[in-house]
T-cell receptor, first 114, second 109 residues
């Protein structure tokens, strides 16, 4: 149990376009989902926390108008990178938390902006 | 500022040995503690969680928690080359996890 999926697993887009990443908890209901970003050889950086039906809470320094998060249901959250630029190229990982507090990660989405 | 500290390593152990990974945390009120394994280019995988003082065993893994010393550790028995990865310690602070920078483990065959 406790499977989290992400789609797509990798995406290449042109500078200035938008990209949407989906995160789903497949076998449990996740009241809270988290979005992280990880650059090569660096640790995870929390971008935002989202609760179902509420606005996301963004970490300091993360542009909420650039990284749009929608937590539409107890099993689905989406991250949209708007007007992507090469510096947005990174490994984006979502995570979902069960009621019992364990937090599980999706497989990640590797975004390359050309 | 809530902090989680780990030795970055690399920690090198021979195959079959016990690997001991350590983590300290600053928030004395922390209640839940997690160990994740992350292979290069992959996302973190939850391998252990512990909420109470003492030891918790799961297969070759043992998590140890000492809240008085604000210390949590992970022991890996009979280490295998496939255990080579970065191990992340995480402590729940409020609604979110605070991660350490991770310890690189290398198991040599």
């Amino acid at each position: 149990g406790a499977v989290v999926s992400q789609h797509p697993s990798w995406v290449i887009c042109k500078s200035g376009t938008s990209v949407k990443i989906e995160c789903r908890s497949l076998d449990f209901q996740a009241t809270t989902m988290f979005w992280y970003r990880q650059f090569p050889k660096q640790s995870l950086m929390l971008m935002a926390t989202s609760n179902e039906g509420s606005k996301a809470t963004y970490e300091q320094g993360v542009e909420k108008d650039k990284f749009l998060i929608n937590h539409a249901s107890l099993t689905l959250s989406t991250l949209t990178v708007t007007s992507a630029h090469p510096e947005d190229s990174s490994f984006y990982i979502c995570s979902a938390r069960r009621v019992s507090y364990e937090q599980y990660f999706g497989p990640g989405t590797r975004l390359t902006v050309t | 500022q809530k902090e989680v500290e780990q030795n970055s390593g690399p920690l090198s152990v021979p195959e079959g040995a016990i690997a001991s990974l350590n983590c300290t945390y600053s928030d004395r009120g922390s209640q839940s503690f997690f160990w994740y394994r992350q292979y290069s280019g992959k996302s973190p995988e939850l391998i252990m969680f512990i909420y109470s003082n003492g030891d918790k065993e799961d297969g070759r893994f043992t998590a140890q928690l000492n809240k008085a010393s604000q210390y949590v550790s992970l022991l890996i028995r009979d280490s295998q080359p496939s255990d080579s990865a970065t191990y992340l310690c995480a402590v729940r602070g409020g609604n979110k996890l605070v991660f350490g920078a991770g310890t690189i483990l290398r198991v040599k065959s």
